[in-house]
């Protein structure tokens, strides 16, 4: 653990996403307010014969509205563009002019950092899947890979495979940016953006960087990311009602809603932000991270994993479980999770965990997947700005054995000077992220 008497403050001088709710930080968040959510039928490809065939999709989305100086082609991936447009966004906001590489916004390009819990992007489909027709040999019920290989060789393009790569949204957006310092990118599944955030935090607290970019950027809204979670029976199935199907914490939940989009802020240290000017949203106090050590899909029936996490990013920030307000829950709607992430609070929240309320904007955004920490991360800081938390929405019959306060169907008014995100991916991965008010 760093030394707490000598490491930089952190803060965040810019947000932005790119989400099902909209493709800005305030409509998404006036969306929260009132309960509206982005899911609806799949249109990105023809899922009709899928188990779910809904999504929460990112809609009449244009790149070009946020910059064009960028490398991007038809072949990019939805995540890197997402992205592109977020980090536009947070970035103006931070006023880090990225239409230059020269530092006239105050911040020396080999200063400026970039860290993605970014996500592969989907196979060129009508080329891979002709591939495969092509190259089965059915008298030898086998592959001929020589048939594969010609027709793959005809029809795929290597700048379309090389976008798949998880490494590539990262490289986007240092090409846009011009940012020339520490650059990471991290994929451990749906706690990714929030392990970039706090890894971010820790880069600029050892002083390797002033700023660092730091979210994530996923779709897997593609045939093999929707089967591939329908497999493993995660996905609700609830298709005479997509717009109810993501409902954390009830007795009827059903599974996730598969989402999509990019969501970033930019850290800073405190000492950089102040000689800049910049405007101050928020200050990043702690993080923690752990593995469950135990199944590949499956938490630690005990929250261990996840409990482990909360405790050391109460340590790192230095504050009690008492001192926090308000807790933006992974929350994914699947029986698991739900009651397992239920356990993990109550462990290390003890007495307090019952007053402690708690919710899940998936129950609106749907799950973004390796970008879902970041825009629940901003979904905190505008819960800290309007001391207002964010609904459970879809929870009207709670599960009995679930017994925190989940903030129910409506947004609620009340005091939130510290809030804790949490984010828990498949592999046993647990990253948790608290932030609170700015004070000088």
């Not at 307010?33 to 899922?47: E, H, R």
């Not at 990019?262 to 101050?280: N, P």
């Amino acid at each position: 653990m760093l030394d707490k008497g000598n490491k930089e403050r952190v803060v965040i001088t810019g947000m932005g996403v790119i989400c099902p709710m909209g493709h800005d930080v305030e409509t998404m968040w006036s969306g929260m307010m009132t309960g509206k959510n982005g899911v609806g039928k799949t249109t990105i490809f023809d899922a009709s014969t899928c188990p779910t065939t809904f999504s929460a999709e990112v809609k009449n989305y244009d790149m070009s509205k946020y910059t064009r100086k960028t490398q991007l082609h038809e072949c990019g991936s939805r995540g890197s563009s997402f992205v592109v447009g977020a980090v536009s966004q947070a970035c103006g906001q931070a006023g880090i002019d990225i239409e230059t590489d020269e530092p006239s916004d105050g911040i020396e390009r080999s200063r400026l950092g970039v860290y993605l819990g970014a996500g592969e992007g989907s196979v060129d489909n009508e080329a891979f899947f002709n591939s495969i027709a092509n190259g089965w040999d059915g008298e030898k019920n086998e592959m001929d890979w020589g048939k594969w290989a010609e027709t793959a060789f005809g029809q795929m393009s290597a700048t379309c495979e090389l976008e798949q790569e998880s490494n590539m949204p990262v490289a986007h957006v240092t090409m846009v940016t011009g940012a020339r310092g520490p650059t990471r990118s991290c994929l451990t599944a749906c706690a990714a953006s929030t392990q970039a955030i706090g890894e971010a935090t820790n880069i600029i607290r050892r002083g390797d960087a002033d700023v660092m970019i730091a979210g994530g950027a996923h779709s897997m809204i593609h045939p093999l990311g929707l089967m591939g979670f329908n497999r493993l029976t995660a996905l609700s199935t609830r298709n005479d009602s997509p717009e109810t199907a993501s409902r954390p914490f009830s007795a009827s939940r059903d599974g996730f809603v598969l989402g999509e989009g990019a969501a970033v802020v930019v850290l800073e240290s405190l000492s950089s932000a102040e000689k800049r000017g910049a405007e101050i949203f928020a200050e990043v106090i702690g993080y923690g991270s752990s593995s469950d050590a135990f199944r590949v899909t499956d938490m630690h029936e005990d929250g261990r994993g996840a409990a482990q996490a909360i405790r050391s990013a109460l340590s790192d920030a230095g504050i009690s479980y008492k001192d926090v307000d308000y807790v933006n829950a992974h929350g994914t709607s699947t029986t698991e999770n739900d009651s397992i992430e239920t356990k993990a609070i109550k462990a290390v929240f003890k007495e307090e965990a019952k007053n402690t309320p708690v919710s899940s904007v998936k129950s609106m955004l749907g799950h973004l997947i390796g970008a879902a920490g970041a825009a629940e991360l901003i979904t905190c800081v505008l819960a800290i700005r309007d001391n207002t938390a964010p609904p459970t929405m879809n929870l009207h019959d709670k599960d009995g054995e679930l017994d925190l306060d989940y903030v129910p169907n409506e947004p609620r008014k009340m005091q939130i000077d510290v809030a804790m995100n949490e984010s828990f991916g498949f592999g046993g991965q647990n990253n948790v992220v608290i932030i609170k008010r700015y004070q000088e």
